[in-house]
């Protein structure tokens, strides 16, 4: 397997889509909206794109985990000396672009907030505290149960789970035998299948959910066995096939959570059809999505997917409140006829912003992270 996998970067392309359009009704939620608008919410959920995400990073954290391992015992190194590396490289990755669009939220809410958007700075800040903690999914539903509208910060959830998986699983492979750590995993997501989780935020499981992430895990071992090349589905090469098969996989991400979020066994479905796609992926033989040029856009998009994601729903708000001050100065109020330039405004300002961030956060503090870490002994 090369050192990035473009096929892994389209899916967090696709990922990140998903979960745009699943938050767009935080950009447009005036009254009447279209007909057609409401059967595509009603009848499909977009926020599969989370479980997508968890699958790929429980697949290339595992990887780059297992790459450093085997390193060490071709060079005698420490696995502990990696796993301290990893967890710098990993703080410089995710803390300072995660905190800073928590403080714009903060700053948002008490000077820029005349529609009442953002909601109320005592709860923004009380939330920031759980975020900043990284324990935010075990406070979430209770909020949310509270009548809190979590939305400004609501995102960070999945975060959390995250970051708490990046702390245990080191651990894991360090004090566990494979053969024993997969054991245990796969009785993990056994145990999780029929766990009543019925979406968003009406039980306290429904953020506590990592049955994708342990796929992933799964996932990445396969990759190291020789059952994965014998796995490979030569039947996929006709590009028909391909694009047939996609549309299939996109379909059951965003079919499986509209249609059986009443059964306890809703998420677990859709974490297979994440996992299926991540393993199409693996075999690097252009399955996942043939799209020739516009494996760039994919590209981009996948590599921005962290910034789009603690961005977009900041954006969206702040063009609502934009939006409400200039129906206010003009004496109208928005409607529909607002739509498409609130819609355009809203993507444009994510996107640039997460360009921004990505050029003067993420890769500069990635690459400090990675020297800081090659210090660590």
Known sequence: MSAKNREVESLRAVAILLTLFQHLPILLPWPDPPAWLKVVYDRLAFWGGVDLFFVISGFVVTQSLL????????????????????????????????WLWVAIVLIATGCFNDSAVFGSLRENASQALWILLYVYNWFAWSLSAAGVDIAPLGVYWSLAVEEQFYLLLPMLLLLLKPRYLLTGLAVAIAAQFFLWRPAPWVEPMWGLRFEALVWGVLLAFFVHMPAHAASRPAWMEPVAVRWLVNALLLAAIVGIPAALMQHSFGTGLLAVACAIYIWLASHEAEYVFPVGRLRLAFDWLGARSYAIYVIHVTAFMLIREASFRIARASGTIPDWDWAAGCLLSGLILVFVCAEICHRAIELPLRSYGRDISHKIT
């Not at 502990?80 to 967890?87: C, L, S, T, Y």
Request: aromatic content about 18%.
């Open 67 to 98: 790459n450093a391992f085997a390193g060490t015992a071709n060079n005698g190194g420490s696995r502990w000396v990696e796993v301290k590396r990893f967890w710098v490289r990993r703080a410089f990755r995710l803390f300072p672009l995660a």
